[in-house]
Structures are given as C-alpha cells and as structure tokens.
T-cell receptor, first 113, second 112 residues
C-alpha cells in the first residue's frame, strides 16, 4: 500500500532533550516536506527536500534540522526542543515539487514540557 | 499569509450537495487552486485542483469563476464521512519550491 509513515505518533518530552521524528514513504517520491499545525495558524512548512541530499528551509525552520540521505526517508530533528515546539507535525511527499497531489503522513503529536 | 478566505463552518444534510465557497482575489495567473480536506487530526487528503477550467473527479467538482477570484468545491452527495475541515489553497512559486499556502479552512458538518 502506498503510504507515508511517521514515528512516533505521540511523544511527550522535556525541554532540551534531543528527539527525532522519522518519516518514510514507499512511493519513490522525490519531494518531501515537513509541516507543523497549530490552532489558529494552519499548516506551516518547516523544511522541504527536492531530492536526496537537497534540503531547504520553509517558513518556520528555526529550532529544526532535517536530512535526506535516502530517497524514502526524511527525518525531522529537534536538537533542543522547547515548549513552543509543542505541535502536530505532518510529513508529506509527492513525485516532484510541481506534482499536483501531496501525500500526507498520519501526524505526530509532540508535547514539550 | 494565506491567499484564500473561507467560511469558518458550514452544515449540510446527508445526501445533499455541499457547496464550499472560497475567495482568492489576489491569485496570480499561473497559480493553481487546490482543495484538501482533513478528517479529525489525520493527515490532509488531496481532493482536486484547477487553474482556469472547471474540474471534476470521483470525489468532487471544482468551479472556478472566469475572473479566477473565487471558486466553489462541490461534493455532490455528501455523506457523514465527508465531515471534515476543507482547505482551499493557492500554490505559489517560491523559487524552486511550489509551496502550498494553507489557511484555516471550512469545518463542514454533514448531518443525518
């Protein structure tokens, strides 16, 4: 089944403890992206990747890192999480940046205390 | 900032058509209009997109006005499973990134 998977789905952590949210797609998509969703603000793009080893900042990249060493994986790294990074995170992928349809993962709900 | 405005919420009776309006008066000539929906807090799901012409697929129809300043998503026979937040989105060209600019969407409640 074609899908985007994220792990973990739920995470409660403390300020400053490094964490990684994994994202994997099995559709051989070139373009991958991370979003965060907050009440009253909608979805905002954090980082995106046009292809392996090609990543760039989205609208809200501060406090996040990404890597794209393999085509299928696009992990989101929070080196030193803070409470303002408490949010619902979505990974998405598409064949390319100009593809019409993005496929979204199920989401990761992160709480930083 | 979002380039679209939508009603905050709408209701629809099951089996009836749901017509969701969207204003995008500042859209540029080469920017597409997309519709996605999000059920509860699941990942958004693509519905349909268009540039100038009306479009139809197995899920919905998209009607775009001739001046492209507004559009309407039509769910022809709404079911309870169509209860969701519907996002009207403009895709902008930001360098090499074709970015979706998300607003807050319309919360559609389909009632029995």
């Amino acid at each position: 089944e074609a899908q985007v998977t994220q792990n973990p789905r739920y995470l409660i952590t403390v300020t400053g403890k490094k964490l990684t949210v994994t994202c994997s797609q099995n559709m051989n998509h070139e373009y991958m992206s991370w979003y965060r969703q907050d009440p009253g603000l909608g979805l905002r793009q954090i980082y995106y990747s046009m292809n392996v080893e090609v990543t760039d900042k989205g609208d809200v990249p501060e406090g996040y890192k990404v890597s794209r060493k393999e085509k299928r994986n696009f992990p989101l790294i929070l080196e030193s999480p803070s409470p303002n990074q408490t949010s619902l995170y979505f990974c998405a992928s598409s064949f390319s940046s100009i593809s019409y349809e993005q496929y979204f993962g199920p989401g990761t709900r992160l709480t930083v205390t | 900032d979002a380039k679209t405005t939508q009603p905050t919420s709408m209701d629809c009776a099951e089996g009836r058509a749901a017509n969701l309006p969207c204003n995008h008066s500042t859209i540029s000539g080469n920017e597409y209009v997309y519709w996605y929906r999000q059920i509860h807090s699941q990942g958004p799901q693509y519905i349909i997109h268009g540039l100038k012409n009306n479009e139809t697929n197995e899920m919905a129809s998209l009607i775009i006005t001739e001046d492209r300043k507004s559009s309407t998503l039509i769910l022809p026979h709404a079911t309870l499973r169509d209860t969701a937040v519907y996002y009207c989105i403009v895709r902008v060209n930001a360098g090499n990134n074709r970015k979706l600019i998300w607003g807050l969407g319309t919360s559609l409640a389909v009632n029995p």
